[in-house]
């Protein structure tokens, strides 16, 4: 009933295993020289994480449920890993944190009211009036030959 897997880095080299036995979970990173976590998928859906130190090996309880990977992870880096499948439980994992980081963000500036987003766009004009603008300079108005542009506006020469 025991599950090997090799954990190997982002370039295909291996670094350390993961060993599934009878009643415990075994984890060893070689070249790991800092503290880090092992994070256990199980074939049910759920992980765990632990701590785990560098070069020595960790083990912990299996509680019968079936090991499905894992992964190595240290300051929000996944280290080592156990395939694509560990890859993309990691990617995920990132993506939830992200996720609940912006919703516990507080937000600075709330957006203005409708009425307010008016006001503030042009405080010179007052609300419900018109805005006279000029009218095209160029090109002339091809069915008016005879019309001149004077003060902002197009005139027939006189």
């Not at 074939?43 to 079936?66: F, I, K, N, V, Y």
């Not at 004009?125 to 506006?153: D, I, L």
Request: hydrophobic residues 30%; contains cysteine.
């Amino acid at each position: 009933m025991g599950k090997s897997f090799v954990l190997k880095d982002a370039a295909g080299r291996p670094g350390g295993y993961l060993m599934q036995g009878m009643r415990e979970i075994c984890c060893r990173a070689n070249a790991l020289t800092q503290q880090a976590q092992a994070v256990l998928l199980f074939e049910d859906g759920t992980s765990e994480e632990h701590a785990l130190c560098g070069g020595q090996e960790a083990r912990w309880p299996g509680d019968g449920r079936m090991l499905r990977g894992g992964m190595i992870c240290a300051d929000g880096r996944m280290l080592l890993a156990t395939g694509e499948e560990a890859r993309g439980a990691f990617e995920q994992m990132l993506m939830k944190k992200h996720a609940a980081r912006e919703q516990t963000r507080p937000r600075t500036e709330e957006s203005p009211e409708p009425e307010q987003r008016q006001q503030t766009k042009n405080p010179a004009v007052p609300s419900g009036a018109t805005r006279v603008w000029p009218e095209r300079r160029w090109p002339p108005p091809p069915c008016w030959p005879q019309a001149e542009y004077a003060q902002g506006r197009w005139q027939e020469q006189v």
